[in-house]
């Protein structure tokens, strides 16, 4: 269902109740970090370091994701057994219903990127005003 196939009016209940969808969307991965994150993590469990690094994000903020994104059930945290201590994060099988997001995110990332790139941007831009 696409919401602009189903909204005829702003007051439409289909319209609230997409838009709604969508907002809760947002509220559970939305961000700068969280789609980074679960992406990284597609490719197996990884430790906080190695998250911190491949991310490029400080440890402050990486922990503040990691605990919202455990939260909503979307990866897990392990403590392992070592010394020192070190803790690894792995996506949960409820994650996976993300997929489809994140493909096309990056579907669309890609397309955008090749456009800027060409500089086709301001083109597309002028002929819809």
Same mark, same amino acid.
């Given at each position: 269902?696409? %919401?602009?196939d %189903?909204?005829?009016k &702003?007051t439409?209940?289909a319209?609230i109740?997409?838009?709604? &969808?969508i907002?809760d %969307?947002?509220d559970?991965?939305g961000g700068k970090?969280?789609? /980074?994150l679960i992406s /990284? $993590?597609r490719?197996?469990k990884k430790?906080f370091?190695? $998250?911190t690094r491949?991310?490029?994000i400080?440890?402050r903020i990486?922990?503040k994701?990691?605990?919202? $994104?455990?939260?909503?059930g979307l990866?897990?945290r392990?403590?392992?057994?070592?010394?020192?201590?070190s803790?690894?994060?792995?996506?949960?099988p409820?994650?996976?219903?993300l997929?489809d997001?994140?493909?096309?995110?990056?579907k669309?990332?890609?397309q955008?990127?090749?456009?800027v /790139?060409q500089?086709n941007i301001h083109?597309?831009? &002028?002929? %819809?005003?």
């Amino acid at each position: 269902m696409h %919401t602009r196939d %189903t909204c005829d009016k &702003a007051t439409d209940e289909a319209c609230i109740k997409a838009r709604l &969808a969508i907002q809760d %969307t947002l509220d559970m991965v939305g961000g700068k970090w969280k789609l /980074i994150l679960i992406s /990284i $993590l597609r490719d197996g469990k990884k430790r906080f370091r190695e $998250l911190t690094r491949e991310a490029g994000i400080s440890p402050r903020i990486l922990s503040k994701e990691l605990q919202e $994104l455990e939260m909503n059930g979307l990866v897990t945290r392990t403590v392992c057994d070592t010394k020192p201590v070190s803790v690894e994060y792995a996506l949960t099988p409820y994650s996976e219903s993300l997929s489809d997001v994140i493909d096309a995110l990056h579907k669309w990332g890609v397309q955008h990127r090749e456009k800027v /790139i060409q500089g086709n941007i301001h083109e597309s831009n &002028a002929q %819809t005003v």
